[in-house]
């Protein structure tokens, strides 16, 4: 653990991050979120003060997945819409089975395009998620609010198109990890939790109420 966190290290694992291989940066990631959490925690303000954060993939990593997922999307939709065409022209009571299958195949695509594309973002919000839970001293907390604010916030912007479980385990760390911490001051909590963010966690309601909507 010394060794990775030194500075020669810490360049090399950087200067992956930001390049264009993208197993490279899952590889990374990866490394980083074992860094954070190794011995409970011990070296986190190591890890984060090492963290290459001016790097840009950390900043577009939302948006680029979100783009190409729902550019696949979009086919899928409009496949399953030409289905639904000719099922209202059948009277839908038959659907070849050639075809249904093939909207299944479809669908089974676009479901391994999602976990491929999201992985990059989730292993990401898993990382920062990592300084503010509730095994993270508040001192660190503290520390990466300040200083990170913005790469935090970012992880709200894409929050409807999350999976479940990585929406409820971002809510379950802001709620636990920072709102219930007495140590955070009150007024980092509240620039953070502002307008802005409270309507993305609303937006995330009313798509889990109205998913067809």
Known sequence: ?????????????????????????IVVLKLYNVMSNFAGGRDKK???????WEIKVC????????????????????????YETQDTRRERHYRPIAET??????????????????DIRTLYILFLLSFVDTDSLSQTK??????????FL????????????????ILEVCWGGIWSDSKVKRTLKVGLFN?????HVCLLNICAQFPNG
């Not at 990775?4 to 390049?19: K, Q």
């Not at 479809?106 to 479901?111: A, M």
């Open 1 to 25: 653990m010394k060794t990775l966190l030194t500075p020669s290290r810490l360049r090399i694992l950087n200067s992956y991050i930001g390049g264009s291989n993208n197993e490279l940066v």
């Open 46 to 52: 190591a890890v984060l003060e090492g963290f290459g």
């Open 59 to 82: 900043i577009e990593v939302n948006s680029k997945n979100r783009s190409f997922t729902n550019c696949v999307s979009f086919l899928v939709t409009a496949e399953t819409s030409q």
């Open 101 to 118: 299958w093939y909207v299944i195949s479809l669908s089974y695509l676009l479901l391994c395009f999602k976990l491929l594309l999201i």
């Open 142 to 151: 503290t520390l990466f609010l300040e200083q990170h604010r913005e790469a």
């Open 154 to 169: 970012a992880i709200f912007k894409g929050l409807i198109y999350d999976h479940y479980s990585l929406a409820r385990k």
């Open 195 to 199: 307008e802005a963010t409270l309507g």
